[in-house]
């Protein structure tokens, strides 16, 4: 089993996402609402030397301050599916601002109903 996680930048598109990963068989996850860490950097005031990015950060579309952290414990042969379908909504996952995929090892699971 593996634990895929997605941070979604791309906040508009959580529903059609969702959708998307449950009309494929993924059913079960769980959606976390997180911030960047360049957000909270920006708005640290003894930080006097992220001033710059602090005045960039608050020029841009306060849209990107906040994001999706989703959570899906998969069996093996699932992620590959589900990774497929993430890229098919969102993209390419290269573009600025769009979402960071990874997915790490789960060596033990209870509560999946399985």
Do not use: W, Y
Request: net charge negative; charged share 25%.
């Amino acid at each position: 089993m593996q634990l895929l996680i997605l941070i979604l930048k791309k906040v508009d598109l959580v529903e059609e996402l969702i959708r998307e990963l449950a009309e494929h068989g993924v059913h079960g996850g769980t959606i976390i609402d997180s911030t960047g860490m360049a957000n909270v950097l920006g708005n640290m005031d003894d930080l006097p030397l992220f001033g710059m990015l602090r005045k960039v950060i608050n020029n841009e579309d306060k849209t990107k301050e906040s994001c999706k952290t989703m959570l899906f414990v998969l069996k093996d042969s699932e992620v590959e599916n589900a990774r497929k379908i993430i890229r098919s909504v969102l993209g390419d996952l290269s573009r600025p601002n769009t979402a960071v995929m990874f997915s790490v090892p789960v060596t033990s699971v209870e509560g999946l109903g399985e």
